[in-house]
């Protein structure tokens, strides 16, 4: 059964603006049109191929195909004529595919949202905006990295496709390969991604930034997209004194890291940013989010606090929920920048 609001206006009166009250409606709907029931499954590309490698989880998706086919491993067997068999990767590449949000109202609504939440961020931080745009993702826009700031784009869904080329060989010298396809969904709602590398002519460390965040408009948890604009831009804003920090700790060393080592030290700093992110946003979430929509269940946070709580990379969040309960909301965002390194040690430090 629905209710339907009537709002009379009596003759000579104007209104140029929603009432307090009924402004809080204004982003209700969301709360039901951003559910994973409505996800479409028509993907486009996202992205060409590119390389991948034999720690990419497509090729540990392979191996899962592979071990669940004794079939497919006994023909393998019958044509190298040979019981044991042992196979190679050869090659490993993948794409981004996405779903656009085609729900016109949907995609304005939401947009509006996250322009409108983003702004109320920044004036309550202090944080310069990051973005050149945010939009719905109609077609593929590509990467543009002359464009100055960071280009957001909305879409419905995510999801990675792989194609993964394998050598058999058995006891002869007669060899086969065989490839494999597939598709792996991206359960992130939002990502920002740096790249750190090496340069053998300069003989230096650096990072190289993605121009582009995308953020899907559709969860399990429709919270997760609601809180992903903030989660976004407080990523983009503070991975600057992330990047020092990792700088910091792989120059420090006086061997050549290897990639190990290189892995180890940017888990350990990602998990330092994610959980001071994390932080700010639990601290944000009542004034920014829950102001605008009222009805947010407040079992769709803990469900979400519960699910960050199964992963390493989310260790620090209840300590930094607690230390920027305590400090504040720009002075937390201060001594971060000022001194990640201290910022970690009260991360690390004994309950």
């Known amino acids: 059964m629905s209710v339907i609001f009537f709002l009379f ?11 307090e009250d009924l402004s809080k409606f204004k982003y209700r709907s969301l709360l039901t049109s951003l559910d994973a029931s409505e996800r479409s499954t028509d ?21 899962e195909y592979l071990t669940s086919r004794p079939d497919l491993l006994d023909r393998i067997r019958d044509d190298l004529g040979s ?15 996405y779903v656009p949000e085609s729900r016109k109202e949907v995609a ?3 947009t509006e949202y996250c322009h409108e939440t983003i702004e109320d961020l920044l004036d309550r931080t202090g944080l310069v905006n990051p973005y050149s745009s945010i939009s719905i993702l109609r077609d593929n826009i590509g990467n543009d990295t002359e464009e100055l700031g960071i280009k957001a784009v909305i879409v419905q869904d995510l999801a990675r496709e792989y194609v993964a080329r394998y050598r058999f060989s058995g006891a002869s010298e007669k060899r086969i390969e065989i490839g494999f396809s597939g598709r792996q969904p991206i359960n992130e709602v939002g990502s920002y991604s740096s790249h750190l590398q090496y340069s053998e002519k300069n ?3 650096q990072f190289l930034r993605n121009r582009q965040t995308v953020w899907k408009s559709v969860s399990a948890n429709p919270y997760t997209v609601l809180m992903t604009p903030l989660e976004e831009t407080l990523h983009i804003a503070l991975r600057g004194y992330t990047e020092k920090a990792i700088l910091a700790a792989v120059i420090a060393r ?4 290897s990639l190990q080592e290189i892995q180890d030290v940017v888990e350990e700093w990602l998990a330092v940013e994610e959980a001071i992110v994390g932080g700010l946003v639990y601290f944000l979430v009542p004034d920014v989010v829950i102001k605008r929509i009222p009805d947010l269940p407040r079992e769709w946070i803990q469900a979400d606090l519960d699910t960050k ?3 390493p990379k989310y260790r620090f969040l209840p300590k930094a929920i607690k230390m920027i309960k305590g400090y504040g909301l720009k002075e937390s965002i201060h001594l971060y920048g000022q001194d990640p390194v201290a910022t970690r040690h009260l991360l690390n430090e004994p309950t």
């Open 9 to 19: 206006i009596p003759p000579g009166a104007q209104s140029t603006n929603l009432p």
């Open 43 to 63: 993907f486009i590309a996202l992205s060409d191929f590119e390389a991948g490698n034999q720690d990419d989880a497509d090729h540990n998706a392979s191996l």
């Open 83 to 97: 019981k044991e068999i042992q196979w190679q990767l050869e090659e490993l590449s993948y794409r981004l595919l």
């Open 108 to 110: 304005g609504l939401f």
């Open 203 to 205: 003989g230096n460390w």
């Open 254 to 257: 006086k061997e050549f890291p």
């Open 309 to 311: 709580a199964k992963f």
